[in-house]
């Protein structure tokens, strides 16, 4: 009688593997100031951390469509734990040991940044790969444990600062690290299927053929640079445009942003089959349009900090939703799809945060003018839903002619 597999293990390892991914996306942006006091780095310096760290996980999407198959889900997923454990425990070593404390930083974001990379390109079609009920459900709620992963390294880092100093930090990114290496042993042992059978996805190059697929791509472009700009500026947007403390930037600002954006992948993991995605995606990116113009625009601390926070819940949807609209769309799209994908993320949510970076030490360190400029992302977002909104009742009328 063959064992009946449990799925549920593997369920667990996606978890904390975006949760792994949380730490390496959020951890860093914490010390940004620490970093301007400690080492003598600039704000445009600064905005090179989140750049190579999402340029790194772009290359690393990118090479991830032609080895991920041939070296296999396991190993590739197994190793993305590693890495990440790797980077973190070098953030706190490499910058004392050279003499550019600046390099130091760099070399150990590009490790843990192929990690997070590999995380991002094989857990979500890993976890579709598995006989679940319910798939939209299931890939919201999945990526929710990214925000909850954001939670706890914002509220227990600013315990950790509070109870010992932000000079500390070095300390906690090992403890930070412990959970990749844990979580390395859930994935040598977890059952993982096969996204799409041996000679049935349809490859690079049907892929890039087809003409919606390249809307997808807009989309995930988009949602990477909306939610990833909040993400990474979110504490020192709090801290320096309303003036508080960093314990209370990094709650007020990352955390209810976190907060928001897990708590609405929560619900629409729950309710999903209720709703219509691309409805809901279309009204996300309107919220989130709004939440940059109120974060960037308004003179009172109050409304600039809601616009922070609500940014989450705007944003909640967008990534999980492009990648269930594209499943729907390109149900053969395999390995190759999701990799693209995922670099699609991480082009945007590259590029966004530099920009904001770059255009806020243009205006004398002031971040409310780079994040009004960074309102454009999710208003192109909603463009691009309206397209395919279009796309889609054209079929639906061509295949109603056709009977």
Known sequence: MTEQKNYKKTLIACYLGFVTQAITANFAPLLFLTFKGTYGITFDKIAMIPLVFYLTQLLVDLAATKFADKIGYRTCVAASQVLSAVGLILMAILPELLPAPFIGILIAVVLYAIGSGLIEVLVSPIVEA???ENKDGVMSLLHSFYCWGAMGVILGSTLFFALFGVENWKILTFIWALVPLYNTFNFINCPIERLV????SMGIRGLLKTP?????ILLMVCSGASEATMAQWASAFTESAIGVSKAVGDLAGPCLFAMFMGLSRMLYGKFSERLNLTKVMLGCGILCAFCYLLASLSALP????????????AVGIMWPGSISISSQHCPRGGTAMFAFLALAGDLGAMVSPAIVGSLSEMADGNLKAGLLVATVFPIVLVIGLIVLRSVKKHQITDKKDNL
């Open 130 to 132: 598995c006989p679940f």
């Open 302 to 313: 109050i409304l600039g900090l809601a616009g922070c926070a609500l940014c989450g819940l």
């Open 212 to 216: 919606i697929f390249w809307l997808m």
């Open 197 to 200: 059978e041996d000679g049935k």
